[in-house]
């Protein structure tokens, strides 16, 4: 099983068997017999409810071969239903979907072959140490990715002799999606993949990420972190209350969405800036922020009546929204909305 030499552990792991249930068994072909053109992922109308709550309403998503997409929404937003759905594990009740050609509510074999699954925390024996666990699962599969690929995707070649439950949370996490790499799939569905580790195991599962781009997956995570989006994802889609509400890469939602924040503080006692430059208070008093969509002109307001009325600006920034600002704004906006219908 092509090991690198650790002491084996109490259990040897398993080598494929015909006879494993039908979730485990490998994929027998590299493709579908589809255009290579074709998105790995195409849903028009997606709908699910489930008794009266609606939690996806009419959903349109398309994600391209190769690419790294982000589904981001606040909790209860539809996220989970969503993937579930893609992976074949949760019923649609409307709306047609295609995964690699497939229709995951077929749940046919050939379709859980070409797909990877990391969820949130997969259930592996802790005496058995990182190449064993892996080999373990790679014995499930006819065509399994080599294990010495794995092990550099995920970083872990130098724990590869260690136990599992010695390994950190970030390593484990790793560990993790190294099962969801083992059947050597063609697109890998990644769950929260760093929620819970701290900063530097983050930037590794991003590395681990960008390493998973290189190899030509296609990806599809869930995050509540904002900056892991604008750092991994090619695209993302933006999900509330079952609805997309925006779609593009990180770039182009923060150009079509954001706006430019100036802020700055007058000295206490100065007059305040007048009502049209869109001055808001933010935090102590004499600072304030304006956002605007045309930030020349709002400069020159502002820095006119400031010269004209002797007014210094202390601590005048010019910056633009982050995805996170895109973000907050557009769930606010959305539930704004709700709250007055
Ligand atoms: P989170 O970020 O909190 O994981 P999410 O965006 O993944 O949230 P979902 O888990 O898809 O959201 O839930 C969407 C809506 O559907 C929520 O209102 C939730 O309460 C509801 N829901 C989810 N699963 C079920 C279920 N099995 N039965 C009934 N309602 C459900």
Not at 97 to 125: C, M, Y
Not at 208 to 221: A, F, P, Q, Y
Request: charged share 25%; glycine share 12%; net charge negative.
């Amino acid at each position: 099983m092509g090991g690198f030499g650790c002491p084996r552990s109490w259990r040897r792991p398993f080598t494929f068997d015909a006879n494993c249930p039908a979730g485990y068994l490998a994929r027998m072909s590299a493709s579908n017999g589809e255009p290579p053109s074709l998105p790995a992922i195409e849903v028009r109308g997606l709908r699910k409810s489930y008794g009266a709550v609606e939690a996806v309403r009419g959903i349109d998503l398309s994600v391209s071969r190769g690419e790294v997409f982000a589904l981001l929404g606040p909790n209860g937003a539809g996220k989970t239903t969503t993937v579930e759905i893609l992976e074949g594990h949760r019923d649609r009740t409307g709306g047609d979907v295609s995964v690699l050609g497939h229709d995951p509510g077929l749940n046919d074999r050939a379709f859980k072959q070409r797909i990877g699954i990391v969820l949130q925390s997969t259930g592996v024996e802790p005496y058995l140490n990182v190449e064993e666990t892996i080999d373990l699962f790679r014995g499930y599969y006819p065509h399994p990715l080599p294990l010495g690929e794995i092990l550099d995707v995920i970083g872990l070649r130098e724990q590869r002799c260690t136990r599992v439950r010695r390994l950190s949370g970030g390593q484990q996490r790793r560990l993790d999606v190294a099962i969801g790499l083992a059947g050597h799939p063609e697109l890998l569905f990644l769950d929260e993949p760093t929620t819970g580790l701290d900063p530097a195991a983050r930037r590794g599962a991003w590395d681990m990420v960008n390493s998973l781009r290189s190899l030509g997956k296609t990806v599809v995570l869930t995050t509540h972190y904002m900056d892991e989006a604008e750092r991994l994802a090619d695209r993302v889609a933006i999900i509330v209350e079952g609805e997309i509400v925006a779609e593009g890469t990180p770039g182009e939602l923060v150009r079509r969405e954001g706006s430019t924040i100036i802020r700055f503080k007058a000295r206490p006692g100065a007059d305040s800036p007048p009502e049209g430059l869109g001055a808001e208070p933010a935090g102590e008093v004499g600072r304030y922020t304006i956002t605007t969509g045309t930030p020349t002109h709002s400069l020159l307001q502002l820095t006119g009546w400031a010269v004209e009325r002797g007014v210094e600006l202390e601590e005048l920034s010019v910056s633009t929204s982050t995805l996170e600002d895109v973000f907050i704004e557009l769930v606010g906006a959305t539930e704004r909305d709700g709250m007055e219908e």
